[in-house]
């Protein structure tokens, strides 16, 4: 396979393992976000690295709930928060710690993790076989159906009686905040399964 043979461990390429198995292509993605900022390691060691866009979109979502349209509706601002950081964060986390731990279990290396906005990437360098990079592929979005049916029995567990099994993907902001924090909880649940389809 010819890209197989790209990937051979050459002896002169440097002195870490990773580099000299993954293609130069992909080490070189480690320039493509400069603006990350770096958070330590998570399980396995594994660097985790965060873009600044992160905080900027954080930034849109919130300027967008202070919004004169939306100040009958201060839990809108907590809502955002939640979902466009902690629970964002965790969810692109743990979609590439996915791709990282198959790769790994499959004989593979793995570099860096990003996390940015609109999703994240891990470098991750091939695997023993062709079977062994298709698992490693479908094992970030596997992540989402744990993390979706999480959401899903929470919305469960919080909706009223006359609400269906399943969410609503609307934000009915009158609805949010009519009930207190069950209400608040039953829309931030509904709205995380969709993120996590």
């Given at each position: 396979d010819k890209g197989r043979e790209q990937t051979e461990i050459d002896p002169n390429?440097?002195?870490?393992?990773?580099?000299?198995r993954v293609p130069k292509e992909i080490m070189a993605?480690?320039?493509?976000?400069?603006?990350?900022?770096?958070l330590g390691s998570c399980i396995g060691g594994v660097p985790i690295k965060l873009h600044l866009s992160f905080f900027l979109l954080l930034a849109i979502q919130f300027f967008n709930a202070i919004r004169p349209r939306y100040r009958d509706y201060p839990a809108l601002i907590l809502f955002e928060i939640l979902v466009y950081g902690p629970i964002l964060f965790v969810t692109v986390l743990?979609?590439?710690m996915g791709h990282v731990m198959m790769n790994r279990r499959c004989g593979g290396e793995s570099g860096e993790i990003?996390?940015?906005p609109l999703g994240g990437f891990a470098v991750c360098g091939p695997t023993d076989d062709l079977k062994g990079d298709l698992k490693t592929?479908?094992?970030?979005p596997l992540t989402h159906i744990p993390m979706g049916l999480f959401w899903w029995i929470l919305y469960v567990a919080t909706k009223g009686?006359?609400?269906?099994?399943w969410p609503s993907w609307a934000v009915n902001l009158v609805y949010m905040t009519s009930g207190g924090a069950r209400t608040f909880?039953?829309?931030?649940?509904a709205y995380v399964v969709y993120l996590n389809l």
């Open positions: 390429c440097g002195s870490s393992a990773l580099e000299c993605s480690r320039s493509i976000l400069p603006s990350a900022i770096p743990t979609h590439e990003y996390l940015w592929s479908l094992a970030g009686a006359d609400k269906a099994l909880v039953e829309v931030l649940s």
